[in-house]
Nanobody, 119 residues
Framework: QVQLVESGGGLVQAGDSLRLSCAAS????????MAWFRQAPGKERQRVAAISWSGRTTTYADSVKGRFTISKDNAKDTMYLQMNSLKPEDTAVYYC????????????WGRGTQVTVSS
């Protein structure tokens, strides 16, 4: 089992920055891909960004490319999402997820952290 705990959400204004953190514990060595998802009210969950275990491979949703950066520190078992130039449409609950197999199937999930961007 892997436990994931997100932190760093909050209320900010458009144009501001936030950094989310995801602290992992348990059998973290079994995870090969980690990702950030988000879900806004009335909308489907969307994968925002994902990163390989080594950190060398990353992928982003088109809506956040150039504004968000995903990274991880394996020594600290922590993943980050640096969010710059935030927009009101970035408002959502952000979830940390981990996969033991591939880029598509995520077994482990955190409880989420709220990000609200005011205009």
């Amino acid at each position: 089992q892997v436990q994931l705990v997100e932190s760093g959400g909050g209320l900010v204004q458009a144009g501001d920055s936030l950094r989310l953190s995801c602290a992992a514990s348990g059998r973290t060595g079994s995870t090969v891909i980690m990702a950030w998802f988000r879900q806004a009210p009335g909308k489907e969950r969307q994968r925002v960004a994902a990163i390989s275990w080594s950190g060398r491979t990353t992928t982003y949703a088109d809506s956040v490319k150039g504004r968000f950066t995903i990274s991880k520190d394996n020594a600290k078992d922590t993943m980050y999402l640096q969010m710059n130039s935030l927009k009101p449409e970035d408002t959502a609950v952000y979830y940390c997820a981990a996969s033991a197999n591939n880029w598509s199937t995520y077994t482990y999930w955190g409880r989420g952290t709220q990000v609200t961007v005011s205009s």
